[in-house]
């Protein structure tokens, strides 16, 4: 759903630096990028994620702004694991690009889409090289002042 721009929202479980962290994605917009040369097929999915924490479950002070680059930075990793993970089933197990990229291929590129279209699900798509980079902006919610258990020291 990231991939073809269908999430309106999500709640997704991190963890960050050993605690558990629960965001809400408010918004999310993904970009798709094709290129094919010599016979590789790229495909780079950029995604840009809005999100507000929801609940925080550790000892850290999420109010300092080190530890929302913390969250952020989980948040990215998680979700460029998951699409990455999603896409390369696709292409290993069902050989089928159900994400629609050889749309975006045609759109972008319909001259060497006409040479390649034929062998898109077999060779072009199933030996893609996917390149997923997410950036999100978290922020915290007015709700979220300090844990109830502080580290020593981190107050």
């Not at 609940?55 to 930075?73: P, W």
């Not at 989980?74 to 690009?97: P, R």
């Amino acid at each position: 759903n990231f991939i073809i721009n269908k999430i309106k929202t999500a709640v997704v479980n991190i963890q960050s630096g050993g605690d558990s962290v629960i965001v809400v994605i408010n918004k999310s917009k993904a970009d798709v990028e094709t290129t094919v040369e010599d016979n590789q097929t790229v495909v780079e999915i950029k995604v840009k994620i809005s999100a507000s924490i929801l609940q925080e479950g550790g000892s850290k002070n999420i109010n300092k702004t080190d530890l929302l680059k913390t969250v952020e930075n989980s948040l990215n990793m998680q979700i460029e694991e998951e699409i990455t993970n999603a896409v390369q089933k696709a292409q290993t197990e069902f050989h089928s690009d159900i994400y629609g990229f050889g749309t975006t291929m045609h759109t972008q590129h319909p001259d060497q889409w006409e040479q390649i279209k034929n062998h898109w699900d077999d060779h072009y798509f199933t030996n893609a090289f996917i390149n997923v980079t997410v950036e999100s902006s978290v922020d915290k919610t007015g709700s979220i002042r300090e844990p109830l258990r502080l580290e020593d020291g981190d107050g």
